[in-house]
């Protein structure tokens, strides 16, 4: 079954502790990126990568990392989390268009994250 | 900086009712649109995409959205509405074709039965 996984789903964790959020997907994608979803805000792009070796930031990278060394892994790395980085993520992936740009993200299940 | 708004919040109809959700972004060049839904404790799944051609394109579940580029909007409707329906709906504009896909902040869409 074609589909982008993320674990752990759920995780509660202390301020300063760092932590990684692993995504995986089985589709040969190219492009992948990781959101934070928060009430009221939407979903905010954290990183996107269009390939392997190639990240660039989103809207809100602070406080993040990625890497991209394989295709179908991008993992989201917090090396020192805080509070204000509680909130819901998802990766997603998506293959190109002929044109460039995605045809559209296929979304992972998220993993709620609590830092206290 | 690029953004997109959908301006209605919070919108509760009754089952049959008709439904149009605004979606308006301000970027200025080329721009691929995007609606997802998330029914409720769910991932995020495409309801459609417009990259070009025909400006009204249709999706699943019934759904369809009209590109009115002068008016930069993509505004998502549906003839008849169904309780299933309740669940939150974004619109998502990628700006020329970089991977960087902007959310807006979401509509709640409640149907009564």
């Known amino acids: 079954e074609a589909q982008v996984t993320q674990n752990p789903r759920y995780l509660i964790t202390v301020t300063g502790k760092k932590l990684t959020v692993t995504c995986s997907q089985n589709m040969n994608h190219e492009y992948m990126s990781w959101y934070r979803q928060d009430p009221g805000l939407g979903l905010r792009q954290i990183y996107y990568?269009?390939?392997?070796?190639?990240?660039d930031k989103g809207d809100v990278p602070e406080g993040y990392k990625v890497s991209r060394k394989e295709k179908r892994n991008f993992p989201l790395i917090l090396e020192s989390p805080s509070p204000n980085q509680t909130s819901l993520y998802f990766c997603?992936?998506?293959?190109?268009?002929?044109?460039?740009?995605?045809?559209?993200?296929?979304f992972g299940s998220g993993t709620r994250l609590t830092v206290v | 900086a690029q953004s997109v708004s959908q301006h209605n919040h919070h919108v509760i109809l009754s089952e049959a009712a008709s439904l149009e959700l605004g979606c308006n972004y301000s970027y200025g060049g080329t721009v691929n649109l995007f609606w997802y839904v998330q029914y409720p404790g769910q991932h995020l799944q495409l309801l459609l995409k417009?990259?070009?051609?025909?400006?009204l394109v249709k999706g699943i579940k019934g759904f369809e959205a009209e590109f009115i580029k002068s008016k930069f909007s993509f505004n998502l409707r549906k003839p008849s509405v169904q309780w299933s329906d309740t669940a939150e709906y974004f619109c998502a504009v990628e700006s020329g074709n970089t991977g960087k896909l902007i959310f807006g902040q979401g509509t709640t869409l409640q149907v009564k039965p």
């Open positions: 997603a992936s998506s293959s190109p268009r002929a044109r460039g740009g995605i045809d559209g993200y296929t």
């Open positions: 990568s269009m390939n392997v070796e190639v990240t």
């Open positions: 417009y990259f070009s051609g025909d400006p």
